[in-house]
């Protein structure tokens, strides 16, 4: 396979999840096990930091996880295929997985013009990021 780890703005699938946040509702790493690993010399942090992203990169990480999961959200809640949402944008149904899988091909441009696809307005865009990332709206 390629490496795809060494590109800049890389997130591995597996730690999007912890690079939101995730990690403090996970149950399975309750304060006793985290203490206990701490204890032995293990060292707790998240994706962003074990990839070494500024806060910058981390906020720009999050906007694009924001925008793919309201793309997802969005086209699932109008009843529509990733093929059909592709035919919407003059794509392929692979670029709209891509897409909601904030893969780092994926621009800006094509998920807000998804959004826009979709019949987001500025205000749903808004509602998106705020709901997703954190950002106020």
Same mark, same amino acid.
């Given at each position: 396979? #390629?490496?795809?780890?060494?590109?800049?703005?890389?997130?591995?699938?597996?730690?999007?999840?912890?690079?939101?946040?995730?990690?403090?509702? /996970?149950?399975? $790493?309750?304060?006793?096990?985290?203490?206990? +690993?701490?204890?032995?010399?293990? =060292?707790?942090? /998240?994706?962003?930091?074990?990839?070494?992203?500024?806060?910058?990169?981390?906020?720009?990480?999050?906007?694009?996880?924001?925008?793919?999961?309201?793309?997802?959200? +969005?086209?699932?809640?109008?009843?529509?295929?990733?093929?059909?949402?592709?035919?919407?944008?003059?794509?392929?149904?692979?670029?709209?997985?891509? $897409?909601?899988?904030?893969?780092?091909?994926?621009?800006?441009?094509?998920?807000? =013009?998804?959004?826009?696809?979709?019949?987001?307005?500025? =205000?749903?865009?808004?509602?998106? +990021?705020?709901?997703? #990332?954190?950002?106020?709206?």
């Amino acid at each position: 396979g #390629s490496d795809t780890a060494g590109r800049a703005g890389y997130v591995p699938p597996a730690s999007r999840a912890i690079l939101r946040g995730d990690q403090d509702e /996970d149950p399975t $790493m309750k304060n006793t096990k985290k203490a206990r +690993l701490e204890t032995a010399g293990w =060292r707790i942090s /998240d994706a962003a930091e074990f990839l070494g992203l500024s806060d910058e990169e981390r906020r720009f990480v999050e906007l694009k996880l924001a925008l793919a999961s309201g793309v997802r959200q +969005l086209r699932e809640r109008r009843g529509l295929t990733q093929a059909a949402l592709a035919k919407q944008l003059r794509s392929s149904q692979s670029r709209v997985a891509k $897409m909601e899988a904030a893969d780092h091909t994926v621009s800006l441009d094509l998920l807000l =013009r998804g959004l826009v696809a979709l019949g987001a307005t500025p =205000r749903d865009i808004a509602r998106v +990021l705020a709901r997703n #990332s954190g950002v106020a709206a």
